[in-house]
């Protein structure tokens, strides 16, 4: 008798077991419908997509989303990681787009830091061409470079390159010529003085590192209606926006390129346009903590760049809802193109563990505009044929 309700009890535990498990898969296989910022993103293997600081690219009406791989430290030990989705919901884990290298003397070796991925498609060549920030194992922050990495196919495999310190010998658009004057003072200064502040508008770093190159960190690339593709980073020690026309084959610099915003210490560019405006949405340099944002916008690319003040709006809006730009994307559907800020909450302390936050971006008033919803959807979920 004993034995017979120790099996009814065993018998009823394992239904009991399997009941749960089924309602916890269905759970899990359960289509994403809306996003919800800051929320667990899980993949349609289950797991948290991994693509930080990450970029979009759209082709035939699927999605590719490029990102850092994160571990538990911000340091490059898999690659850049791409997903796919078509309805930019759901996302597929599609593999490592470009890897570490193993080799000890490579710049992408294991270790260094890879950063803020982005591809374009190069219609002459008929390559995807991807740029990152790099910067070189043990060396911190120091190399300031931009890496670059090309393939036939969106998902990969990116064959690696080389990197730049963009514009190596050339004097920005909007320089004057008593800018590129060097004087014997400009190495003596102190930081953070207004004699600095005076010095870094007027050209300082620029004449520093006009012979190797200027420094290229937090980037983003653009490629306007006539094909032309420019890089967009942060330079002159974080203090100043570089706006660089990239080469034909977008692999290199022309030397076209200008300074925006001289000293105003933006970083984590992203730009889009809308009809002939071009807007760029910026953070200040708060390290992993997040800031008010900045918004621009110009009618050519190079600028003069109107400052719009904080696109956020609300509560939460002086941290940007805890979050840093990373992307503008356009979703184009049948009856117009809406925008989607795409920002990373970054975790110091873990991380793989960084979350997405994706919100709606709307120009009123020719300004751009975030404002803050706990789940939300596109206005037409089916992207235009």
Known sequence: MANIQYVKKFLMLLFFGLLCGYFSNAQLSEKHTYFSPGSLWLDTNHEHINAHGGG?????????WYGEHKNKN???QVGVRVYSSTDLYNWTNEGVALSVSEDPDSEITIGSVIERP????????????MWFHLELKGQGYAAARTGVATSKSPMGPFTYLKSYRPNAGQW??????DQKLSSASDNKLEWWTPEWTTALKNGLYVR?????GQMSRDMTLFVDDDGSAYHIHSSEENQTLHIAELTDDYLGFTGKWARIQPGGQNEAPAIFKKGATYYMVTSGLTGWAPNPARSFKATSIFGPWESLGNPAKGKHSKVTFHSQSTFILPVISKSDTSYIYMGDRWNPKNHIDGRYIWLPLEINNGKPEIKWQDTWQLQESTPAE
């Open 118 to 129: 982005k591809v374009i498609y190069n219609e002459k060549t008929q390559n995807y061409v």
């Open 208 to 212: 520093r590192d006009f012979e190797e």
């Open 74 to 76: 911000s340091l490059a």
């Open 56 to 64: 979009i690219f759209e082709e035939d009406g699927i999605y590719y």
């Open 172 to 177: 920005p658009i909007n320089f004057s010529e």
